[in-house]
């Protein structure tokens, strides 16, 4: 476990990209015909990524986790409504202390649905259940698809800097995302089989299209000049700022769940999906529902809340897993556990102590059986002493 910990902890190699594609973008920033291509690719990668994303979710996962609605609710409230509670409060505080374009950006983040992929397997990482994570995640950004661009409307108006949800905007973002998912989830029994054999897929896919975005984005910034109205201050003011939504959003949820009375499983699913923001959903909304000079700064807020829901959510499943398998610690190690009835004889006054017939023709298969299970059960416990050389 120890070792899964340093793997998770350690700097995330798409951070790296992330900056490398910055500091590309700000030597060499895309322009004239070159930008018109680049914003066409990236389109492309981003309708891809949608349509594996929706070929990769399982109808039966969705009926499973479905009928969970407490949960989902939960979740829900958490996404798009204690976020965005928490983003106004904070960013109305900074009013007058703070660049107006990275508070709004920093408010946007919090109108964004949650992550699909990291919360899944951060879920399934500590234990959590599962299927209602992938139903979570997933009815979060389809129900985001529509209910951002409203949110951003109502919310985002800071000296001219706030989006607005135009008719043609929202178009953009269906024809975008939304189709493009629907298309490949309707097409899953065809290819359903192609892409859970090549799950691999996806995280090309999904990392190539975040990068094209931000490399398009923030070559439209620079040519605006971002780097003159953004120094180091103001990024630290960022991370302390993202630091804390993530903190109030996390503290809020643990003690909902409490209160809810929620399972530990379920408890799990709302602290993962109700703390994330979707990196992937985000960048390619933010082109739509923003002017493109100003895109790269909006995002910077959600680039600096992605890598560090990451780490905090990293952190906290694999701390849930060690206490998950530390009460078993004791039954593999030192609980002594006799062993299985082996001969006929023990084998008879076992079943005859709970009423089980054994028909005299079973009785050779059923001892060779027990002495196969008895043998791997002591392997597995360390209780050599009593396996059959």
């Not at 054994?358 to 298969?365: F, K, S, T, V, W």
Request: charged share 10%; with cysteine; hydrophobic share 55%.
């Amino acid at each position: 476990m120890a070792r899964l910990t340093h793997s998770i902890l350690r700097i995330d190699p798409f951070l790296l990209w992330l900056i490398g594609t910055v500091g590309v973008a700000s030597l060499l920033p895309a322009s004239g015909q070159a930008a018109g291509w680049i914003d066409v690719l990236a389109d492309i990668a981003v309708a891809l990524l949608f349509f594996l994303h929706g070929a990769k979710l399982s109808r039966a996962a969705i009926f499973q986790g479905v009928g969970n609605w407490r949960l989902h609710l939960l979740v829900f409230a958490s996404t798009y409504m204690l976020f965005p509670a928490v983003g106004i409060a904070l960013t109305s505080l900074m009013r007058g202390w703070a660049d107006p374009i990275l508070m709004s950006g920093l408010l946007y983040l919090t109108l964004l649905p949650s992550t699909v992929q990291s919360s899944i397997a951060f879920t399934a990482m500590a234990g959590g259940n599962v299927a209602a994570a992938l139903c979570s995640a997933s009815l979060s950004n389809l129900i985001g698809i529509l209910l951002t661009p409203l949110l951003v409307t109502l919310t985002l108006n800071v000296e001219g800097h706030g989006g607005t949800a135009t008719l043609h905007s929202v178009q953009n973002i269906a024809l975008q995302l939304l189709v493009p998912f629907v298309a490949g989830h309707l097409l899953r029994p065809y290819i359903g089989g192609f892409i859970d054999r090549h799950k691999g897929l996806l995280m090309p896919v999904d990392r190539g299209a975040i990068l094209l975005v931000v490399y398009s984005a923030f070559s439209a910034a620079v040519a605006g000049g971002i780097w003159m109205q953004v120094g180091v201050g103001d990024l630290l003011v960022l991370l302390g700022l993202s630091a804390l939504v993530l903190a109030i959003v996390m503290s809020v949820n643990m003690g909902v769940a409490r209160l809810a009375g929620l399972p530990r499983q379920d408890a799990i699913v709302l602290l993962f999906c109700g703390s994330k923001k979707s990196l992937v959903s985000g960048v390619p909304m933010a082109g739509a529902l923003f002017p493109p000079a100003q895109v790269g700064l909006l995002i910077l807020p959600l680039m600096i809340f992605h890598q560090l829901q990451l780490l905090v959510c990293a952190a906290l499943a694999a701390r849930f897993a060690r206490q998950t398998e530390a009460p078993l610690a004791p039954v593999l190690t030192s609980t002594p556990i006799p062993p299985l009835p082996r001969s006929e004889a023990d084998i008879h006054r076992a079943a005859d102590a709970i009423g089980l017939p054994i028909d005299a023709a079973c009785m050779p298969g059923v001892v060779a059986n027990m002495a196969l299970l008895d043998r791997h059960a002591a392997l597995l416990l360390g209780r050599h002493e009593n396996a059959a050389p």
